[in-house]
């Protein structure tokens, strides 16, 4: 096995098995200059002299006695700072879908056994995407635990820290833009 791709862990582990296969796969497609990144996405290439970029999901499903990916739907999701550099990018950002074809590991580095792939434009994926209600997440210390868990500089840059004016203001403003979305789409 080439120990580049690790161990193939799913996705939401580990995502280093399904850029490296991507970027392979994209070198094969004829794509030149193909870098894995982590700003503003995750891997640009060049293709014909314009430098595109490619957002890697992968297929995050249990096997359930089916080929891993091929024959179950992607489910996932794309942040918000994923969709507005992709609306920046237009034309020129892409989002490739890296699917396990089997459970074989020893597969992992191999993009014809072990990865298929399917590559979206923005325009494409937005037939694919919705709005499910906001969430907020709930992160309780133990009952046991004197002092309440600090988060991490990393967790803190998408991390808003709200108190009862600002929960209110964004459930306001939650409630405008559903309103506005419902008007827009029905017209």
């Not at 006695?65 to 700072?81: C, M, V």
């Not at 191999?110 to 992160?139: C, N, R």
Request: hydrophobic fraction near 35%.
């Amino acid at each position: 096995m080439n120990e580049e791709f690790g161990t193939g862990k799913q996705c939401k582990q580990n995502d280093t098995p399904q850029k490296q296969a991507a970027k392979l796969w994209l070198e094969k497609q004829g794509f030149t200059n193909v870098t894995i990144t982590a700003k503003g996405s995750d891997i640009y290439f060049n293709d014909k002299g314009v430098i595109k970029r490619a957002e890697v999901k992968g297929a995050n499903s249990v096997n359930n006695g089916k080929r891993r990916g091929i024959d179950n739907n992607y489910f996932g999701a794309a942040t918000q700072t994923e969709i507005d550099y992709a609306l920046q990018m237009g034309e020129n950002y892409n989002w490739l879908f890296a699917f396990r074809a089997d459970d074989n590991i020893e597969n992992a580095a191999d993009i014809e056994k072990g990865w298929k792939f399917v590559m979206y434009s923005t325009a494409q994926l937005v037939d694919h995407l919705y709005i499910p209600p906001m969430k907020y997440y709930i992160d309780l210390p133990a009952l046991n635990d004197p002092k309440p868990k600090r988060i991490s500089t990393k967790e803190m840059l998408g991390v808003r820290r709200l108190t009862m004016d600002t929960l209110r203001f964004a459930q306001q403003k939650w409630h405008e833009m559903k309103l506005a979305l419902d008007q827009m789409i029905s017209q």
